[in-house]
């Protein structure tokens, strides 16, 4: 529009009245205002929704001004963005965050009240944004906090799903799983942009010809195209101006692609041809740790990785500069393989679109992507079949083909005559058929390698990735992971938030290593008390929770002892519940037994192909159901599975935990997060020397951790020993009673087959070390319980663990991420008024 007319709208644009004041006054209006006049409700009509949307709102655009004068600021400076590629992003609830982070919550809380409601009510209301499976998902939402929180310009890209990960509810002890449509009453966090879109080609062939210039053109004639749409949400730091950017992309038909078929007369065909289009960010997969190898997945990654390579270089050039000088703009971090694509697309885009050559796009390429590894599976190691590949992405296997040769004749320069070394680091596989290793290409065009904890960076360099680290040691760096402390304390336990504070003021909050000052507290009786009594708030919640999901009644003043997670045969569900059973068996021999009373707490989804995982699901109900009923337990054991395991769901779990079980089996767990937001509430931990447990046992100290099982080492000893989980079975008899009970139906109303593939897989491969570990878990259990019952003691050590987890804050994460890979610095924003821009 016009400049005249801009600078009347700029002028009628005021960031601090009626509708952006932060007083409870303002707010209140802001709600009624919000009600009435962008929903077009009366109050005595409005719904629940009507007033949770209209109080976000009034929160959005509060938040608008920071928002936008953060992106004017990041595009127009000189400052580096960071670019975070994920293909999940499990972000929780927004509005309370929200409210933390811009500092409002107490006026909003007055303001809804005077209006008549409680702010619980309509927090309650909001439905999570699940566009993730795990660990993995919910370290890019932490990232995203702490970029914000330490005023890091930074831009989450990611896929739009319109689904995400399923629900999860429990029939007759079985997972059933329900779809996620979490956007059926609208989202309020988000800004579409319409505008911003970009076409990305799938299928089709290569034609190659020299141009009138003698130069080889790769002209890449796609089958068919889609549009991805630019959705925007804010992502608010704690207390600072900064809001960056999480920009997911929707997939769209194409302006121009019904054209013919219209013309044709073929309506349907050309609807169907919509559909086809929107499918691609239709829907999460729900696998974690296992690929599918599924054709629309590879598209879904191509599609949301080309779409944000495309607008990075479209940002970049608009400032004026030049394409050569991407990687002083950029800095691309790969969340795991899932968008190492880009490497090859980005060459494309430099090669195709930008007609660079190659040595000049390599360069620019090279000093541009960061990978980080979440996974040592070789199972859940990315390969694409080479033919699949090619009928999505012909024109990038050229190019990965020719990354390949040059890469190659590297590595033979520098293992000449090493033919092992050469397969394991060729980015193509061969077997019975070829195919692409997505970890080598993520690993041949990064800069930089990273793994998430520092025992998984060390297997790493032994195991998965030994060959490249051989190659190019320098690359390799430990990035341990970190949980952000604004959602997984400030919001999720208030009370606790306030105590810590009361001792040792607020700024821990941003400084997680204050915490240390609690220490001195630690022996103190009545801060002991103060703290226990939280605890029993929390776990009293907690109980109201379970009485409401599940109708069960459970003691708050048992033990309350979590394992929530994603189910997998590796995180060992199954071994907590021969615990369990031991437990039972002891109470069944000799009924006045004298034990701690137990309330087993389970909650987590599993990939809904992974049949072991449900069975796992379903052996757990199926031993609380005659474990809770059976009047000899006399209500000392109860066994809960708590559905639909998601943020929402955590925040409520975590702050009631008194023991965290983090029982994987050494060496397969990468990093682990809940065992860290477990800790930093306070709960102990019984763990193996996996993952960060390894960190975590060195921060806590080893008398405030329950150690038990194999080391990784011991482990792979074991195993090329030969491992006979049947001579474990046979030697033990208090494992062979708890395995013969489930074998024999006694879960299972006399059913012997249900659990055989189960307990089969345990006598006669066990690759987890279930049995191996089974003594040693069930010895350390008893220590626990001997612990539990000296409630001071057990006060004492639950400060000390919330004392000393000050290294496992996302904010130390991402200062590590920011120096030692990225080379960027913090850009404090000053808020412009829209009315003085130019
Ligand atoms: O990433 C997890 C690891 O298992 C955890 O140990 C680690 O703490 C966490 C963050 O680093 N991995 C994970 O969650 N993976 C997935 O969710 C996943 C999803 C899709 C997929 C493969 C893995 N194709």
Not at 56 to 62: E, M, T, W
Not at 431 to 453: C, E, H, P, W
Request: net charge neutral.
């Amino acid at each position: 529009i016009e400049e005249a007319a801009a600078e009347q709208v700029k002028n009628n644009i005021l960031v601090e009245d009626a509708r952006t004041g932060l007083s409870v006054d303002a707010l209140k209006r802001a709600i009624s205002n919000n009600l009435f006049y962008v929903q077009g409700k009366y109050p005595e009509i409005a719904t629940r929704n009507d007033y949770f949307m209209a109080i976000s709102y009034a929160v959005r655009d509060r938040m608008l001004q920071r928002w936008t004068s953060s992106v004017r600021q990041y595009i127009s400076g000189k400052n580096k963005i960071v670019s975070y590629l994920s293909a999940e992003y499990l972000l929780g609830p927004h509005l309370a965050n929200n409210l933390i982070n811009l500092d409002i919550y107490s006026q909003m809380e007055q303001a809804v009240k005077e209006l008549g409601f409680s702010l619980d009510w309509l927090i309650d209301k909001e439905v999570e944004p699940g566009l993730g499976n795990g660990g993995l998902g919910r370290l890019a939402a932490c990232y995203m906090d702490s970029l914000a929180s330490l005023e890091v310009p930074a831009i989450g890209y990611g896929i739009r799903y319109q689904f995400g990960i399923f629900e999860q509810a429990i029939s007759d002890g079985w997972q059933v799983e329900d779809t996620d449509n979490w956007l059926r009453r609208g989202n309020p966090w988000e800004i579409a942009r319409r505008e911003i879109s970009y076409d990305v080609k799938l299928g089709g062939h290569v034609q190659r010809y020299i141009d009138e210039k003698g130069k080889l053109i790769n002209n890449w004639i796609p089958g068919w195209v889609v549009k991805g749409v630019a959705y925007d949400t804010p992502i608010l730091g704690y207390k600072v101006n900064t809001a960056n950017t999480l920009r997911l992309w929707k997939s769209e038909a194409p302006r121009t692609f019904d054209f013919q078929s219209f013309n044709a007369g073929e309506y349907s065909n050309a609807v169907n041809q919509k559909i086809i289009c929107e499918n691609i960010s239709k829907v999460l997969y729900p696998n974690d740790e296992q690929i599918e190898g599924k054709k629309l997945r590879l598209q879904q990654q191509y599609f949301f990785v080309s779409c944000s390579l495309q607008d990075m270089i479209n940002i970049h050039l608009r400032s004026g500069d030049k394409i050569e000088n991407f990687y002083e703009k950029f800095v691309v971090q790969l969340n795991d393989t899932h968008p190492s694509i880009g490497i090859a697309e980005m060459m494309r885009l430099l090669l195709d679109v930008h007609r660079m050559e190659w040595d000049d796009a390599w360069k620019v390429t090279t000093k541009t992507f960061a990978y980080t590894n979440h996974t040592l599976l070789p199972e859940a190691l990315e390969t694409w079949d080479l033919e699949l590949f090619a009928s999505v992405l012909p024109r990038h296997l050229d190019i990965i083909y020719e990354i390949n040769k040059r890469f190659l004749v590297d590595v033979t320069l520098k293992f000449f005559g090493n033919h092992q070394k050469i397969d394991s680091l060729s980015l193509i596989g061969e077997g019975r058929r070829k195919y692409i290793k997505m970890a080598n290409l993520a690993s041949v065009g990064s800069f930089a390698i990273n793994g998430v904890a520092s025992l998984h960076t060390e297997l790493l360099k032994k195991t998965v990735l030994k060959d490249w680290y051989e190659f190019s040691p320098e690359k390799f760096s430990n990035k341990t992971n970190g949980v952000t402390p604004r959602r997984w304390m400030v919001l999720s336990n208030p009370q606790l938030t306030k105590l810590i504070t009361s001792k040792i003021g607020d700024t821990w909050i941003k400084h997680l290593e204050e915490l240390k000052g609690l220490e001195k507290y630690a022996e103190d009786p009545e801060f002991q008390q103060a703290w226990m009594e939280v605890k029993l708030e929390q776990k009293k919640k907690l109980t109201r929770k379970i009485h409401g999901t599940l109708g069960m009644i459970v003691n708050p003043e048992s033990l309350f002892d979590i394992q929530v997670k994603r189910i997998h045969e590796y995180k060992r569900q199954h071994l907590n519940v021969l615990h369990i059973i031991t437990l039972y068996n002891r109470i069944k021999r000799n009924p006045d037994i004298d034990i701690v009373p137990r309330t087993f707490i389970f909650a987590g989804k599993s990939a809904p192909g992974y049949r072991k995982a449900k069975l796992i699901i379903k052996l757990i109900n199926a031993v609380g159901k005659v474990v809770n009923n059976d009047p000899d337990v006399k209500d000392r054991l109860k066994v809960v599975f708590y559905p639909n395991y998601n943020v929402t769901n955590a925040q409520k779990i975590y702050p009631a935990a008194d023991l965290s079980e983090q029982i994987s089996t050494a060496g397969k767990e990468a990093s682990g997060t809940g065992n860290m937001k477990l800790s930093l509430n306070g709960a102990l931990t019984v763990g193996t020397l996996d993952g960060a447990n390894v960190e975590i046992r060195e921060c806590v100290g080893e008398e405030n951790f329950f150690l038990f099982g194999l080391t990784a080492d011991e482990v792979e000893k074991t195993k090329s020993e030969g491992y006979r989980p049947w001579e474990y079975y046979k030697n033990n008899k208090y494992l062979r009673e708890v395995i013969d009970q489930i074998n024999d139906g006694y879960f299972s109303q006399l059913d012997q087959l249900i659990f055989k593939e189960l307990t089969d897989s345990l006598l006669y491969d066990d690759q987890f070390m279930v049995l191996a570990d089974y003594q040693s878990y069930v010895e350390i259990q008893d220590k626990i319980d001997e612990a539990f019952r000296d409630k001071s003691n057990w006060a004492r050590m639950s400060i000390l663990n919330t004392a000393r987890m000050g290294k496992f804050s996302s904010d130390r994460s991402i200062r590590e991420y920011c120096n030692e890979i990225w080379k960027v610095e913090s850009v404090p924003v000053e808020l412009i008024d829209p009315s003085k821009t130019s």
